[in-house]
């Protein structure tokens, strides 16, 4: 999921992969919060992915309209996991 995001980012380097990676936690964290089954959360559904690269665009954004848009994809990302039937 690392180079996923990173790519995502286009962040080629590692100085910030220990950084990274606990925003992927804090997204999978966030997820089960919400109410997505923990095992889902850490399933490498599509998805899943998806919200997760979503949520760390939101956090590594400088532009406020940037970080508005990816929070609103994020909360419709996870509504739309919450009801999906998606499985383990």
Not at 67 to 84: C, F, H, P, T
Request: with cysteine; proline share 0%.
């Amino acid at each position: 999921m690392l180079d996923k995001v990173k790519l995502a980012l286009r962040i080629t380097h590692t100085f910030l992969d220990d950084d990274i990676r606990d925003t992927i936690a804090l997204a999978r964290s966030e997820m089960v919060r919400a109410g997505v089954d923990a095992g889902l959360s850490d399933s490498e559904n599509v998805l899943i992915e998806g919200a997760i690269k979503t949520f760390c665009l939101m956090h590594y954004s400088n532009d406020s309209k940037m970080v508005e848009g990816y929070a609103q994809s994020w909360e419709y990302q996870l509504d739309n996991i919450r009801k999906s039937n998606l499985e383990v």
